[in-house]
């Protein structure tokens, strides 16, 4: 189970990932320890918390040398793009995988329409 001493030290900060991350994607909290989903979303989760731990090159707008002064983005959510994608595609393979995307019939009803002579 991923929780949030596996995240990061700042013990709310990581919580408050953990909560976010649950909200976009449930199913991290079912992969099995040590599995590679598990391995992914901890990836995800711990860059995520890397990002809000410092204000990295992907919040800043702008930057000017004379006087200067940097402008940040209006960023809604640190999930925002590529984590969010990541873990929903981490849950769309979770409940996907070796199953078939649709349901079949089991019996073929071609086979009523031009029954086989042997």
Do not use: N
């Not at 969010?84 to 981490?90: H, Q």
């Amino acid at each position: 189970m991923i929780t949030h001493d596996l995240i990061g030290t700042d013990e709310d900060l990581a919580r408050e990932v953990l909560i976010v991350a649950r909200d976009i994607a449930p199913c991290i909290l079912s992969f099995a320890d040590g599995s590679e989903d598990q391995k992914d979303a901890l990836a995800v989760l711990k860059r995520v918390y890397a990002d809000l731990t410092v204000r990295g090159s992907r919040a800043v707008r702008s930057q000017s040398v004379g006087s200067a002064s940097v402008s940040y983005a209006d960023i809604d959510s640190a999930f925002d793009g590529q984590p969010r994608r990541a873990l929903r595609t981490l849950c769309a393979t979770a409940t996907t995988s070796g199953l078939a995307r649709g349901s079949f019939p089991l019996e073929r009803p071609i086979s009523r329409l031009w029954p086989e002579t042997y």
